[in-house]
T-cell receptor, first 110, second 116 residues
Framework: DAKTTQPNSMESNEEEPVHLPCNHSTISGTDYIHWYRQLPSQGPEYVIHGLTSNVNNRMASLAIAEDRKSSTLILHRATLRDAAVYYCILRVGGGNKLTFGTGTQLKVEL | DSGVTQTPKHLITATGQRVTLRCSPRSGDLSVYWYQQSLDQGLQFLIQYYNGEERAKGNILERFSAQQFPDLHSELNLSSLELGDSALYFC???????????????FGEGSRLTVL
């Protein structure tokens, strides 16, 4: 499975934007970029996904580099409830098996 | 609420024992996935079933087995338990495995297994 690299942790202040980076230099043309998050004591939760174009949904935005070797998850206004581990995952086209890495622990402070 | 139900939520047992974890997927979802999350290994994919058939296999030990029943619920059987099997076991479900869907997995709240 193609690998992703994320910072171990990041900090943000409440109501400020957060940019969570992910490197995936070995991505192939059919790999989708998925983001999940895991809040304390809960199962992972889908956030957003994309293939080539930038994507927006009610939770976040996903900015994908033109060469697709990196992407950034953008939380427009972080809240305390956004404190979680964020996982950047490559989903091989045609399959649903997700291989989770270590993710980024996001801390949000008042 | 993801719609995926896992039982039991907590389970404490002894080494050498056998346990069964149960998962009911979201209504309409045909695929079920099992993941193990321990402190030192993170989230590890174990196995996937689609409509009763094994579809993908990950780092599942030979002491572990799973199946998906005609009503689409799934069970993960863990036998000859060792201390290192203590972990959170998550079940997830999705609509199918085709390229036409979003690939979104819906996770349950997990079953916490403690082996003493």
């Amino acid at each position: 499975d193609a690998k992703t690299t994320q910072p171990n942790s990041m900090e943000s202040n409440e109501e400020e934007p957060v940019h969570l980076p992910c490197n995936h230099s070995t991505i192939s043309g059919t790999d989708y970029i998925h983001w999940y998050r895991q809040l304390p004591s809960q199962g992972p939760e889908y956030v957003i996904h994309g293939l080539t174009s930038n994507v927006n949904n009610r939770m976040a935005s996903l900015a994908i580099a033109e060469d697709r070797k990196s992407s950034t998850l953008i939380l427009h206004r972080a809240t305390l409830r956004d404190a979680a581990v964020y996982y950047c995952i490559l989903r091989v086209g045609g399959g649903n098996k997700l291989t989770f890495g270590t993710g980024t622990q996001l801390k949000v402070e008042l | 609420d993801s719609g995926v139900t896992q039982t039991p939520k907590h389970l404490i047992t002894a080494t050498g024992q056998r346990v069964t974890l149960r998962c009911s997927p979201r209504s309409g979802d045909l695929s079920v996935y099992w993941y193990q999350q321990s402190l030192d290994q993170g989230l590890q994919f174990l196995i996937q079933y689609y409509n009763g058939e094994e579809r993908a296999k990950g780092n599942i030990l030979e002491r572990f087995s799973a199946q998906q029943f005609p009503d689409l619920h799934s069970e993960l059987n863990l036998s000859s338990l060792e201390l290192g099997d203590s972990a959170l076991y998550f079940c997830a479900s999705s609509v199918d495995v085709g390229t036409t869907n979003t690939g979104e997995l819906f996770f349950g709240e997990g079953s916490r297994l403690t082996v003493l």
